[in-house]
């Protein structure tokens, strides 16, 4: 039995991978720790607190002291930290935020992790700390690729890497790393680009798509993404990072088509509008790295896991809506009008 903290399990990925953990491992202690900004949703994850399978504790990981008292008191064996400011359009416009939970944050676990001699910790990074690959259509991001973040988002997620780095080099502290592609399932915060748009075309609105539409994503399904971190946490490969993707690019345009096939609905709902401030063109993933080390496939083709993710949120309407309204109406931070 180990005490295992997912800190932002209440969010899309940490609760997708809450669940996983959960049925794989039901001898081990689950914690989650969760500031529920307005990304978090405890619902994700309330059949399990329900069961007694997880502690969920809510507080903020910027907070050092309650991070440090929660630490010395319950003496986890290993660390996940999801836990981020995720959204690219809100780094631009309020970037504080972004230093403080995933710069400042991230440290206060590792301090506390390293204080109270927790054997594994785990940093879930993201491929966007690259930067961008650009318009040739050619290239992957390795693990050798040098850090070139541009937006604050993906600024303050290459900060946090370093900072776990450093960890591993200075103390030969027991950390790993992991930096995915865009995910996308079940339970994704409708600010993103497949629940934003699958709700808009839903409700017969149109898609704001950003320049002209050919910046390109690499795509993955989360629980795919869940299976690669757990094969990390149970490696002994101290210091080292894997980059997690499918090989799965896509256009934005295409995912627009995608939504709008699904639902019947009309091309014409398709909408260019002012391109986003360091909007990265391309992402793409080489994961020959933990295919060769640790075995990793991804298990879900995109054709079956987009099909499985568009059923799921026309199937989940009243989350999308209890969850979006709660927060986007009159929302001062982005400044986008209520549904869009
Ligand atoms: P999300 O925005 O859906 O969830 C983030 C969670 O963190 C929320 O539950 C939120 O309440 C919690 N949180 C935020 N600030 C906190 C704080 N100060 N203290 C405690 N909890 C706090 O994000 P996501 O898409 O699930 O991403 C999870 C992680 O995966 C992030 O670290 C992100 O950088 C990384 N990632 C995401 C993607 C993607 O496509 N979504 C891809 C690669 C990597
Ligand atoms: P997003 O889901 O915000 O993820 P990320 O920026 O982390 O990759 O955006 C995915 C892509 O979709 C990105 O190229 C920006 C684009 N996009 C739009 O064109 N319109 C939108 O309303 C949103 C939210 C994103």
Redesign the pocket.
């Known amino acids: 039995m180990k005490k295992v903290l997912v800190?932002?399990?209440?969010?899309?990925?940490?609760?997708?991978y809450v669940h996983y953990h959960s049925e794989k491992y039901p001898e081990d202690k689950l914690y989650v720790?969760?500031?529920?900004?307005?990304?978090?949703?405890l619902p994700n994850i309330q059949t399990l607190v329900d069961a007694g399978k997880v502690v969920f504790v809510k507080?903020?990981?910027?907070?050092l002291e309650f991070v440090q008292e929660l630490f010395k008191a319950e003496k986890f064996d290993t660390v996940i930290?999801?836990?981020?400011?995720?959204?690219v359009d809100r780094s631009i416009i309020d970037p504080g935020?972004f230093v403080?939970?995933?710069i400042v944050?991230t440290h206060n676990l590792l301090l506390a992790s390293r204080e109270n001699n927790v054997s594994r910790y785990h940093q879930?990074?993201?491929?966007?700390v690259y930067g961008d690959l650009g318009d040739s259509g050619e290239g992957f991001f390795t693990e050798d690729t040098p850090l070139a973040p541009n937006p604050p988002?993906a600024a303050a997620?290459a900060s946090a890497d370093l900072l776990v780095r450093s960890y591993y080099e200075t103390y030969k502290f027991p950390v790993t790393i992991s930096?995915?592609?865009?995910?996308?399932g079940p339970?994704?915060?409708p600010e993103?680009l497949v629940p934003f748009f699958f709700k808009l075309a839903n409700e017969g609105k149109p898609l704001p798509v950003y320049g002209d539409g050919k910046n390109v994503r690499d795509w993955?399904y989360?629980v795919d993404?869940c299976k690669a971190i757990d094969l990390v946490v149970q490696s002994k490969n101290y210091g080292e990072v894997y980059n997690?993707g499918g090989h799965n690019e896509k256009s934005n345009i295409e995912i627009a088509h995608l939504i709008l096939k699904f639902l019947g609905q009309d091309e014409t709902l398709i909408t260019f509008v002012e391109d986003r401030k360091a909007h990265d063109r391309r992402y793409a993933i080489d994961p020959t790295k933990i295919g060769k080390d640790l075995g990793w496939q991804p298990g879900v083709k995109f054709e079956d896991g987009i099909k499985m993710t568009f059923e799921w949120y026309k199937n989940n309407q009243a989350w999308v809506d209890e969850i979006k309204n709660r927060v986007l109406v009159g929302d001062e931070k982005t400044g986008r009008q209520p549904n869009g």
Request: with cysteine; aromatic share 12%; net charge negative.
């Open positions: 800190t932002g399990g209440a969010g899309f990925i940490g609760s997708n720790l969760d500031k529920l900004t307005y990304a978090g949703n507080g903020d990981i910027a907070d930290n999801f836990a981020a400011e995720t959204h935020i403080e939970t995933n944050g879930v990074s993201t491929d966007e988002y997620k930096r995915c592609s865009n995910n996308y339970y994704q915060f993103k993955l989360v993404h997690i």
